[in-house]
């Protein structure tokens, strides 16, 4: 397959993250390109390479207590953040994705994510000696998890209607045949220097969200800066929000569905 070709094939998921649409995503294609087509880089692979490096950047915020281990702790978990975009990547380019291989990578997020706020808020704590720089980042990481289950719920109870609509309408069938194709590659969009433009524009703008990639980006920034503040209070402030908006967000998501399939009041 052409260089192209793979090129083209490998950006087969266009993310709405800052970080992601800046960094991530450009490197992951970038590192990939020489090394699709190898046989010994597998999903999982990259996903114990993440944890892996994740967990190495951890180590220097927690024993580390220098610029340099701030920066190396920077560096490294950017780098697990880019080998946790390389396997999705991977599956996707090769429709190899299994239920496992999901489940492994969602699941070791969770725990580096834990360790990262930990480690961020102990860091933050030692060097600023105020206990707002440890225990915001502890409850952030709380109200993150509050809002991914409460997610993680409502999607599980929509999908169960969505299965009741189908069967209602005698679409089941076809609808499962599609979702047991798996990964469908659809070419990436094609954009003009103008549309790339307001590409970065959005890209800059999605950062207002602090959307889960984009922790890494603000903590990296801690960290070269040593300006905790910025992921202990100002980034893990608006998380912490999560631990009231997430829930009543999303029960309003399964509320308003529910209406529309039943028509009640």
């Known amino acids: ?11 087969n998921y266009q993310s709405d993250d800052f970080w992601a649409m800046v960094f991530a995503r450009p490197v992951t294609i970038l590192l990939l390109l020489p090394l699709i087509e190898k046989k010994w880089v597998t999903p999982n692979r990259l996903t114990v390479l993440s944890v892996l490096t994740k967990s190495a950047g951890i180590w220097f915020l927690f024993f ?3 610029y340099s281990g701030s920066v190396y702790a920077a560096v490294l978990i950017n780098l697990g953040l880019i080998f946790d975009n390389m396997d999705g990547t991977v599956a996707r380019y090769r429709n190899t994705g299994t ?19 930990w480690g961020m808020g102990y860091r933050g704590f030692v060097f600023t000696g105020n206990m707002i720089d440890l225990m915001v ?9 509050i809002a991914s289950y409460s997610k993680w719920v409502s ?7 969505e299965i009741s609509e189908k069967l209602q309408k005698g679409d089941l069938i076809g609808w499962a045949e599609k979702m047991e194709k798996g990964f469908v590659w659809k070419a990436p969009p094609q954009r003009s220097f103008k549309g790339w433009i307001k590409w970065l524009g959005r890209a800059f703008f999605s950062i207002l969200f602090f959307n889960e990639v984009d922790i890494f980006f603000w903590a990296g920034l801690a960290l070269i800066t040593e300006k905790y503040w910025i ?3 100002f980034n893990s402030g608006f998380i912490l929000l999560g631990l009231f908006a997430g829930p009543l967000l999303f029960g309003f998501k399964v509320w308003k569905r529910e209406k529309s399939l039943t028509g009640s009041e």
């Open 155 to 161: 999607e599980k109870v929509m999908l169960e209607m």
């Open 1 to 11: 397959m052409s260089l192209k070709k793979r090129w083209m094939k490998l950006r």
């Open 231 to 233: 992921f202990t209070r």
């Open 64 to 66: 580390v207590h220098t």
């Open 99 to 117: 239920k496992f291989g999901f489940y492994f990578d969602k699941a070791t997020d969770a725990v580096t994510l834990v360790f990262l706020f």
């Open 137 to 145: 980042p502890v409850l952030a990481v709380t109200g993150a998890f």
